[in-house]
T-cell receptor
Framework: GQNIDQPTEMTATEGAIVQINCTYQTSGFNGLFWYQQHAGEAPTFLSY????GLEEKGRFSSFLSRSKGYSYLLLKELQMKDSASYLC?????????????FGAGTQVVVTP | EADIYQTPRYLVIGTGKKITLECSQTMGHDKMYWYQQDPGMELHLIHY???????EKGDLSSESTVSRIRTEHFPLTLESARPSHTSQYLCASSGAWMNTGELFFGEGSRLTVL
């Protein structure tokens, strides 16, 4: 299985940049996902990495290093609506397509 | 826009009652999942299905059961609810033809057992 670690909470001001780190241990690796979850709502897909490197989507970027078992999600030009929990999730190659193991999430608080 | 629906959104019931949480998706996805999430905690997979008449237990043991008689429908049932079942239950689906295999989640069913 996987052990997934990410910080519990991070605080940043509006307009700033925040980097959320995620480390994982897996017996096999087949993709890493980042989801955003606002309080009381369903998680929504943000990004997917399966090869090493950086994937950029607007204000959000995600980086993966498979050799280090490490990923980060970068949120730029923070807005108040970015206050949410950010979930790191890993799929390993033992499991069939789609089964994900989730971290506990990082609560990002954006202050004015 | 994902089209996956869960009912009820909120349910408060007494111990010993039988409950069914409904989940339906209109995307034609073959794979469906049930995750359980307590406040501030990680999502735990409790059931999944790769197609009609296919169901498997997930990583977290659960007293609930599921069925998959139709592609679009994946209900979860608790025969006799207990306070320990109080949690949020999230249904999700994914399609085999999608490159990433990302999950689309419903809005969740928050269950409170008194």
């Amino acid at each position: 299985g996987q052990n997934i670690d990410q910080p519990t909470e991070m605080t940043a001001t509006e307009g700033a940049i925040v980097q959320i780190n995620c480390t994982y241990q897996t017996s096999g690796f087949n993709g890493l996902f980042w989801y955003q979850q606002h309080a009381g709502e369903a998680p929504t897909f943000l990004s997917y990495n399966v090869l090493d490197g950086l994937e950029e989507k607007g204000r959000f970027s995600s980086f993966l290093s498979r050799s280090k078992g490490y990923s980060y999600l970068l949120l730029k030009e923070l807005q108040m609506k970015d206050s949410a929990s950010y979930l790191c999730a890993v799929r390993d190659n033992k499991n069939s397509w789609g089964k994900l193991q989730f971290g506990a999430g990082t609560q990002v608080v954006v202050t004015p | 826009e994902a089209d996956i629906y869960q009912t009820p959104r909120y349910l408060v019931i007494g111990t010993g009652k039988k409950i069914t949480l409904e989940c339906s998706q209109t995307m034609g996805h073959d794979k469906m999942y049930w995750y359980q999430q307590d406040p501030g905690m990680e999502l735990h997979l409790i059931h999944y299905s790769y197609g009609v008449n296919s169901t498997e237990k997930g990583d977290l043991s659960s007293e609930s059961t599921v069925s998959r008689i139709r592609t679009e429908h994946f209900p979860l049932t608790l025969e006799s609810a207990r306070p320990s079942h109080t949690s949020q239950y999230l249904c999700a689906s994914s399609g085999a033809w999608m490159n990433t295999g990302e999950l689309f989640f419903g809005e969740g069913s928050r269950l409170t057992v008194l």
